[in-house]
């Protein structure tokens, strides 16, 4: 048929243009490598040329950056503008980007050209891609000059686009932080609270993003944060001192690492220092909840007054060990909504009390949204944890069920609900059997107990921090998974330990508990070393002083 | 000239509405002689825009509808013995009730004169198609060299297809990567710079109309005409394409300047002789439809790159009439989250329903035993409130209350929702400068392959062969045979006698141009569907489409409204009722504070116009196999019924042949060395450099005449 064009094979002209393009790329490679002492001026050009093609050649950026260095003069408005196009070629470049931020923290760059422009770029990209998070970054650093109202616009109109976008409600939560307040000493004081006309803004929004999409995670996230604060600096919740081990037993709210060469915790046995050192309960140099530290002797019959001074926050707790008594201790009041959800301390109840609301009316329409049903028991277990313990079984039960890829992160928090409420009802003693735990969360608020009942549950180790019950005698464990005793910290006071029904196969996985001092009794009926051949006898020669039970 | 038009052809069509239109490109593509001819002085047909000045006169046509000349039997001394002529109409019947309105000052207007217009030829059939371009009045701005950028300007907003969502990004063509590719159609970056070389072109213009001075042609001139005749007819789409990069963005800020005086003393105050006068701002489409975004006719503009030569602008919102009141009706998800008129839970429902809706295949349990109701009733058990009800029903699905089932409004619904996001928050794209932008287009496409234009040239019959039972040739106006495998004609052609059995329905029509909104927001520029819900129940719904000046449809401070329903009676006495309740219609002030919220009516007319649309080939009586009949526009809102047609013909023409494949990339085309073809320039899209020289810039043997007149 005539009229029929005649073609090369498909793309050859796309194939010619990509090998001229590389032939240029050698060349200027081979003239900026080849050879030292290229003048900066032509290395400028060199490296420019390749860089405008492909702005990802980091040799590039680096011998552009000697040049620059090595050729003085105002370049920094120019460079800028190069590397803006170079963006332009793929605005994710870590080169561009890197040389951008090194152009303007010259100190050439007196009166930086930044400001507006930096800003003008970003939007430009943002708009482009609204989660080109090198543009987030870039404006985050320099939002911290600019009028936040004019960034929480931007963000604002960013999420008015299409709202799944985690970068603009997490540049949103650092516009506010500082309002937010950066932890302020205890935990209870209303300090670190959003303004209430702010907050409520902010939950406006999140109502909508979740009610038009309550699958997208990122309005949960953001509200989950917007209520709860930065979380409250460590502090001092329990002071015990042990007369036998002559141990002084310090425990934080939260992990913490004393640095044995300048210690930032200190004591005093009745007005003289102790000379340390400070160990982590688990012997690790690692943070941890509980730190201890050997008096010089063991204390005389006479009582005996000890002080422990935290430096961050210069509080001051006292324990007298009185005349007659094995042990003494400090413990910190417990309250109870910082037990579940410490950050959330401060909000107002009032608002709380909305938020479940609207939770609960969403539910009724979702009855499955996994953000839903996550906030709504943690709402719930920070507000009324024990009237309404049911309701929130039900909805960490449902939560399980609807997001099985999450089913363990489910089961923590669950855990962590079952154990603060069996925290709030302890007295002595402290069970928790059968609920299913995977962790044991909270020990260090446990540290007044003597017994700890936790049969029939799911663990699979004995946790970690379990240093922090100092005056702990009784601890059961029956019906786990436990295999062995790991890397469990020694209990100074413990007498008894059932491991009864837990697969422990053979004697060296309990050799770590030669180490308690105390201990008297171990249950290991039901265990596979029971009926072991040798297991027994084994067991007796690593643990003489221990009464061990297999039936 | 005429008899210099080569005799022999592949396929004739007759007729340049946008089926016609689709099909010559397709065919040209593929590499056929296409000579693409229309009786009218103008591209489109029925498709077409006009500007004010244009649309005046097709006003003024329609309603004399008079016999300009009677009908010459010469030609039928040229039909054979052993052949039978098919005689073709010479008059258009497709247009009816024609009645406009003037609402201001009309005598003020008296010797006012459009700027720039052309001193008009009126010489029918004389010397038809030379370089013609389409649409005069609106393609030749610059006989007194006024240099109107206005052609060019709407750079920053246009939308280039392909790229995915390009948001106006001040000169930075950001890679692809960025924007979330749906499809892999790298037409932004491709296409892009081709069409930016295409763009200095305005002054262009002008070589290629016709100036009465250079009226007398010499036989050889004319011959080589002939073959230009595509070239200087090749239709520019008024929008000197260029990309979104600005280059041009300063230009229409000198040519507004002047109009915008007036309005900054005294703002929106707009006279009808300011209309007349600026009415070269005015494009007015005779169908008014919005492109989907996912629709057939963007996959084909998009496949065979005919985007190219058009740019695009979402429309911005989408309205529902409700008690009275002209509301935004949310319907993608950023809609719903930035709503302030819906409820939380409304807000759930809605989402909850219109996700449902997007895979409802996928969910027969929730709709199975509805089936046999319709959609509005469905709808009612859908926990969905009132409100919420008549958004889906109306503005979203857009189906009718009482007569659509619940399967037809899931399917609308459906389609609704996945053509949002493609190019933006609504579903919908509209041409700049106007719907008639497109069939020129694809007349365009067909140019560069070589497709022969004649505008103003009437066909008098198809010839059939007695033995055969094939049409074999054409007979033109000027007696002239020309002969062709395939023949394609456009309904409105065929005489009455072909169409005595078919049975047309009507599409009633009103063009408004008003000096407001129908809902004021911040923004002015809103490009706006609205659903009117029936009145009566025996109606049907009337869709409004509400235009802003950055459309380049209409001047600025004005609004163009259009409406549209199928015909029930006449259109003034379908549409006026919702006219009045949507708009002032009084000329002087009114009292009432309720009809001077209202946008005020400046100029109206209404006309019916006939849908040939589904119509069978067989109710055409008498019609040979290889003669195809293209219907006119059709009332839906989209333009998949033209798509189809075009495809569907041209499949059944050329079985093995591509529909409109991508052209192929001008670098990879191999021209012979000994036989100099100067295609090349024209399938490179590159612009002449020197303006002086003529458009008509290139002719061959085979007919391939190719030109840009931009």
Not at chain 1, 11 to 32: F, G, N, P, S, V
Not at chain 1, 502 to 524: K, S, T, V
Not at chain 2, 201 to 206: A, C, D, I, L
Request: include cysteine; charged fraction near 25%.
């Amino acid at each position: 048929m005539h009229g029929r064009l005649k073609l090369r094979p498909p793309d050859a002209a796309r194939r010619r243009q990509r090998e001229e393009k590389l032939r240029h790329y050698r060349e200027a490679m081979d003239a900026l490598l080849g050879e030292l002492g290229v003048p900066p001026a032509q290395v400028l050009s060199l490296t420019g040329s390749v860089l405008a093609a492909n702005p990802d050649v980091g040799t590039c950026w680096n011998l552009r950056r000697r040049a620059l260095a090595a050729l003085g003069g105002d370049w920094v408005p120019s460079e800028l503008s190069f590397v803006a196009q170079c963006l332009a070629v793929n605005p994710k470049s870590y080169g561009a980007w890197h040389q951008r931020r090194w152009a303007l923290a010259r100190p050439g760059a007196a009166a930086p050209p930044g400001g507006r422009e930096e800003l003008a770029l970003c939007e430009r990209l943002l708009g482009a891609d609204p989660r080109n998070f090198h543009a987030w970054e870039h404006r985050r650093a320099l939002a911290v000059q600019q009028d936040a109202e004019a960034e929480l616009a931007f963000a604002g109109a960013l999420l008015s686009r299409d709202f799944s976008n985690f970068s603009a409600w997490h540049h949103r939560l650092r516009l506010l932080a500082p309002a937010r307040g950066q932890g302020t000493g205890t935990g209870t004081g209303t300090a670190g609270a959003l303004p209430a006309p702010r907050l409520r803004e902010e939950l406006e929004l999140v109502q909508n993003a979740v009610f038009t999409d309550p699958t997208d995670q990122s309005a949960w996230v953001y509200l989950r944060c917007i209520l709860s604060r930065a979380p409250p600096p460590p502090r001092v919740i329990c002071v015990h001192v042990d007369r036998e081990d002559a141990t002084l037993a310090v425990i934080f709210s939260r992990p913490v690492k004393v640095n044995p060469e300048r210690p930032e915790l200190t004591a005093t046995l009745d007005g003289s220092a102790l000379p340390g050192p400070w160990r982590s309960a688990e012997g690790r140099p690692r943070p941890s909840h509980t730190w201890l530290c050997d008096l010089p002797a063991p204390p005389t019959e006479s009582p005996a007054h000890l002080e422990v001074t935290w430096a961050p926050d210069s509080a001051l707790r006292e324990v007298t060990l009185q005349r007659g008594e094995d042990e003494a201790w400090w413990q910190e009041p417990i309250v109870e909504r910082e037990l579940f959800w410490p950050e959330l301390g401060v909000a107002d109840a009032q608002v709380l009390q909305e938020q479940v609301q609207m939770c609960q009316e969403l539910l009724e329409l979702e009855p499955q949204s996994r953000g839903c049903l996550l906030t709504l028991a943690l709402l719930l277990a920070a507000l009324e944890p024990r009237g309404r313990a049911r309701e929130i079984r039900e909805h960490l039960a449902t939560l399980r069920d609807a997001d099985p890829l999450r089913a363990g992160f489910v089961a923590d928090v669950r855990s962590r609900f079952e154990a603060a409420l069996a925290v709030l009802g302890a007295g002595e003693g402290l069970s928790l059997s059968n609920k299913g735990l995977t962790s044991v969360p909270l020990l260090e608020r446990m540290s007044a107990l003597t017994r700890l009942e936790l049969p029939g549950n799911e663990l699979r180790a004995l946790p970690a921090a379990l240093g922090a019950l100092r005056r702990l005698t009784e601890l059961d464990l029956s019906g786990n998974h436990v295999t062995e005793v790991g890397a469990a910290p020694p209990l100074p006071r413990l007498r008894l330990l059932r491991l009864d029904r837990n697969p422990i196969g053979h004697a060296p996985a309990l050799a770590p508990l030669a180490a308690w001092p105390r201990l008297a009794l171990l249950g290991l009926a039901d265990t596979p070393l029971g009926s072991a051949p040798g297991g027994p006898a084994q067991l007796a020669e690593l643990l003489p002083g221990v009464d061990v039970t297999f039936s | 000239m005429a008899d210099n038009l080569p005799t022999e052809f592949d396929v004739v069509v007759v007729g340049t509405g946008l089926p016609e239109s689709i099909i010559a490109a397709a065919c040209a593509r593929s590499g056929q002689r296409v000579l693409h001819v229309d009786s009218r002085n103008y591209y489109g047909g029925n498709w077409a825009s006009f500007s004010f000045s244009g649309l005046l006169s097709w006003i003024k046509e329609n309603q004399q509808k008079a016999d300009l000349s009677d009908e010459c039997e010469d030609w039928r001394k040229l039909i054979l013995e052993d052949e039978e002529a098919i005689p073709l109409s010479s008059k258009d019947k497709t247009i009816q009730h024609v009645e406009d309105f003037c609402f201001g000052d009309q005598d003020s207007a008296e010797g006012v004169e459009e700027a720039g217009a052309l001193p008009k030829l009126h010489v029918p059939g004389a010397l038809a198609a030379q370089g013609e371009s389409p649409g005069p009045e609106k393609e030749s701005p610059a006989v007194e060299g006024i240099p109107l950028g206005s052609q060019g300007s709407p750079a920053v907003e246009g939308i280039p297809l392909g790229s995915q969502e390009s948001p106006a990004v001040e000169g930075i063509p950001l890679g692809s990567q960025e924007s979330p590719a749906v499809e892999g159609i790298p037409l932004g970056s491709q296409g892009s710079p081709a069409v930016e070389e295409a763009s200095p072109g305005s002054e262009k213009e002008n070589a290629a109309v016709e100036s009465p001075g250079e009226e007398p042609q010499s036989c050889s001139e004319a011959a080589r005409a002939a073959a230009g005749d595509g070239a200087g007819a090749a239709p520019g789409p008024g929008a000197a394409p260029s990309t979104a990069d600005g280059d041009s963005a300063p230009q229409p800020a000198k040519t507004e300047a002047a109009p915008s005086e007036n309005a900054a003393q005294e703002p929106k105050k707009i006279t009808y002789s300011q209309i007349v006068r600026e009415g070269r701002r005015f494009n007015v489409d005779l169908v008014s439809k919005l492109l989907y975004s996912r629709g057939l006719l963007i996959d084909l503009l998009i496949k065979s790159n005919v985007s190219r030569y058009a740019e695009f602008k979402n429309a911005t919102r989408v309205l529902a009439f409700r008690e009275g009141k002209v509301e935004q009706v949310p319907c993608s998800r950023a809609d719903v989250f930035n709503s302030r008129q819906l409820t939380m839970v409304e807000k759930r429902m809605l989402m909850k329903f219109l996700t449902f809706c997007l895979d409802y295949e996928q969910h027969p349990e929730e709709y199975q035993e509805h089936e046999s109701s319709t959609f509005a009733e469905f709808l009612q058990t859908r926990k969905l409130t009132p409100s919420l009800q008549h958004f889906i029903l109306h503005s979203i699905a857009m189906v009718a209350q009482t007569e659509s089932s619940t399967l037809e409004g899931l399917q609308a619904t459906k389609k609704f929702l996945q053509c949002l996001g493609r190019y933006g928050n609504t579903p919908f794209l509209f041409p700049l400068y106007g719907q008639g932008e497109i069939p020129q287009c694809f007349c365009r496409l067909c140019a560069v392959f070589g497709g022969i234009y004649c505008l103003r040239h009437a066909v008098r019959c198809l010839v059939l062969d007695r033995a055969s039972g094939r049409c074999k040739a054409i007979v033109d106006q000027f007696g002239q045979r020309i002969s062709a495998n395939y023949f394609i004609v456009e309904d409105s052609y065929l005489s009455e006698s072909t169409c005595t059995n078919v049975c047309y329905r009507q599409i009633s029509r009103a063009v408004l141009i008003t000096d407001q909104s129908v809902l004021n927001t911040d923004s002015e520029q809103q490009v706006s569907i609205l659903t009117v819900p029936p009145l009566e129940p025996a109606m049907a719904a009337v869709r409004v489409i509400e235009l802003c000046s950055s459309t380049m449809t209409c001047m600025k401070d004005t609004y163009l409204v259009h409406l549209t329903c199928p015909s029930t009676k006449t259109a003034r006495e379908d549409l006026e009722p919702v006219v009045q309740k949507l708009f002032n219609l009084n000329t002087e002030k009114e009292t009432e504070n309720e009809e001077l919220e209202k946008p005020r009516v400046l100029w109206a007319v209404y006309f019916n116009m006939r849908d040939s649309s589904g119509v069978e080939k067989s109710s055409y009586a008498g019609l040979p196999s290889n003669v195809y009949v293209c219907s006119g526009p059709d009332s839906a809102l989209g333009n998949d019924c033209a798509v189809k047609q075009a495809e569907t013909i041209f499949r059944e023409m050329f079985p093995a042949e591509e529909f409109c494949p991508p052209p192929p990339n001008p670098e990879d085309i191999i021209y012979d060395e000994d036989e100099i073809e100067p295609e090349e320039s024209g399938l490179n899209n590159s612009p002449e450099t020197k303006p002086e020289t003529s458009a008509e810039e290139s002719s061959s043997e085979g007919g391939a005449a190719v030109t840009k007149e931009e």
